[in-house]
């Protein structure tokens, strides 16, 4: 499949301290990405998202990098809380329309 | 202004039967998106439809099938539903087509036995 899902890495990081959550994307023509986060029970929530033409983009608390030689993304959370413990995806979109691309996703756990 | 709203939240149906689920989007948004999310494949596209028709189809059997009406209300059906089917059915919704900015809604929870 496009997407799959099997053990996912897990961050954990102290309450307070910055974390960063990194995703390889797969299409060197995908031209838009978004990043979400996941609590249990709940569907995904928009984060931030990025266009192909820029490499950073900032949001409350939040900083979206991307490096598109490496077909790299990350995203930046600044003073980590307990409320940010959830999953975290990224998606690629790499044809016209709404079609996203999931990467596996990456657990964050904080730690008080 | 309400969100995603999905219908409904939890179903559990026997191998072989049908299932119909609904989605209305956020008021204004025009597009619908179908994915399916199982521990085992993450979270997959099935379908996305705007202006009534069907744009874009992901790699699923033709068991999947979904419709969008005029209000931009979307339902999909799943016809012969098979154990693997069980999973977590989400909708999101975005202003257009190509658009940006997709809001999921919190998602059916399909249980085959």
């Known amino acids: 499949g496009e997407s799959v899902g099997l053990h996912l890495p897990t961050l954990s990081v102290q309450e307070g301290d910055n974390s960063i959550i990194n995703c390889a994307y797969s299409n060197s023509a995908s031209d838009y990405f978004i990043w979400y986060k996941q609590e249990s029970g709940k569907g995904p929530q928009f984060i931030i998202d990025?266009?192909?033409?820029?490499d950073k983009r900032q949001g409350q608390r939040v900083t979206v990098l991307l490096n598109k030689t490496v077909k790299h993304l990350s995203l930046q959370i600044a003073a980590t809380q307990p409320g940010d413990s959830a999953v975290y995806f990224c998606a690629e979109r790499y044809e016209y329309g709404n079609k996203l691309v999931f990467g596996a996703g990456t657990i964050l756990r904080v730690k008080s | 202004k309400a969100g995603v709203t999905q219908t409904p939240r939890y179903l559990i149906k026997t191998r072989g039967q049908q299932v119909t689920l609904s989605c209305s989007p956020i008021?204004?948004?025009?597009?619908v998106s179908w994915y399916q999310q199982t521990p085992g494949q993450g979270l997959q596209f099935l379908f996305e439809y705007f202006s009534e028709t069907q744009r874009n189809k992901g790699n699923f059997p033709g068991r999947f099938s979904g419709r969008q009406f005029s209000n931009s209300r979307s339902e999909m059906n799943v016809s012969t539903l098979e154990l693997g089917d069980s999973a977590l059915y989400l909708c999101a919704s975005s202003l257009a087509e190509g658009g940006d900015e997709q809001y999921f809604g919190p998602g059916t929870r399909l249980t085959v036995t």
């Open positions: 008021s204004g948004h025009r597009s």
């Open positions: 990025i266009r192909s033409n820029m």
